[in-house]
């Protein structure tokens, strides 16, 4: 059919919608038609096809249906690394996902892997302190401490702390305040990590002096940058008009 591949691409948008309307029937129907339209348009190589495939075990995954998730994320991971290598975009996203699948399933062994080459595509594409690659470091410190290598686990939370804190001093000035509060909630810290570690008596007195000046500077620097950006809003061209609001 001409207009397939438009279609099949509807198709996946609309079961993401569902899914996360919790219409999980009704999604899965909506995948099962895209990836069937993908395959007899482009064959089974094709990157669209893994696109689909990704999708599904993206919302598998978020199902807690771990190991229907993993063999779809395996099979697109594959499309990609064949169609790109392991440095695209796609493939990291993939390598990302199914890494969490892998460590959900107790398979540390092959998350950790795929947590790296997640980490190098994307500090490479976007900047070593951008906030998924302080993702991938967290996740990878996590599994350390999963295996009982408490020392690698403490010094990749700091390592994800202090990436994931450079990233949010640079979000913060480009965000309004209610949108920078909420960032700074939901960003990917190795604070509670390193904390947890320390509290089982890790750590020399170094570190734990480390730690606690990441706990105060993560606390401060959120208030530091709305202080900054409301003194420029009162003191510049339009602080005039605001004085006699």
């Known amino acids: 059919a001409p207009h397939a591949p438009e279609l099949a691409t509807a198709l996946g948008d609309l079961a993401v919608l569902r899914d996360q309307a919790g219409e999980f029937v009704e999604?899965?129907?909506?995948?099962?038609?895209?990836?069937?339209?993908?395959?007899?348009?482009?064959?089974?190589?094709?990157?669209?096809v893994g696109w689909i495939e990704m999708?599904?075990?993206?919302?598998?995954?978020?199902?807690?249906?771990?190991?229907?998730?993993?063999?779809?994320?395996a099979a697109a991971d594959s499309i990609f690394i064949r169609a790109f290598g392991v440095g695209h975009m796609s493939t990291a996203r993939c390598?990302?996902?199914l890494g969490q699948v892998r460590a959900a399933r107790g398979d540390t062994a092959s998350a950790k892997p795929l947590f790296t080459r997640s980490g190098e595509a994307w500090?490479?594409?976007?900047?070593?302190?951008?906030?998924?690659?302080?993702?991938?470091?967290?996740?990878?410190?996590?599994?350390?401490?999963?295996?009982?290598?408490?020392r690698a686990a403490l010094a990749?939370?700091?390592?994800?702390?202090?990436?994931?804190?450079?990233?949010?001093?640079?979000i913060l000035r480009g965000l309004p305040e209610r949108q920078a509060l909420s960032y700074a909630g939901m960003r990917a810290s190795g604070l509670p990590l390193a904390m947890t570690l320390i509290?089982?008596?890790?750590?020399?007195?170094?570190?734990?002096?480390?730690?606690?000046?990441?706990?105060?500077?993560?606390?401060?620097?959120?208030?530091d940058e709305l202080a900054t950006l409301h003194r420029a809003v009162m003191t510049g061209p339009t602080s005039d008009a605001l004085a006699t609001l």
Not at 55 to 65: I, K, L, N, S
Not at 201 to 216: H, N, Y
């Open 27 to 48: 999604s899965d129907s909506l995948f099962a038609e895209a990836l069937r339209l993908r395959l007899a348009s482009l064959g089974p190589a094709h990157p669209d």
């Open 55 to 73: 999708m599904m075990g993206e919302a598998q995954a978020q199902r807690g249906q771990n190991e229907y998730a993993d063999s779809l994320l």
């Open 95 to 97: 390598d990302a996902v």
């Open 123 to 150: 500090a490479k594409e976007l900047g070593p302190d951008h906030p998924r690659v302080a993702r991938a470091r967290l996740e990878m410190a996590t599994l350390d401490w999963i295996e009982g290598n408490g």
């Open 156 to 170: 990749g939370a700091l390592a994800a702390e202090s990436q994931s804190h450079r990233a949010l001093r640079t």
């Open 199 to 223: 509290a089982e008596g890790g750590g020399s007195l170094a570190v734990r002096r480390e730690l606690a000046d990441c706990v105060v500077h993560a606390r401060a620097d959120v208030f």
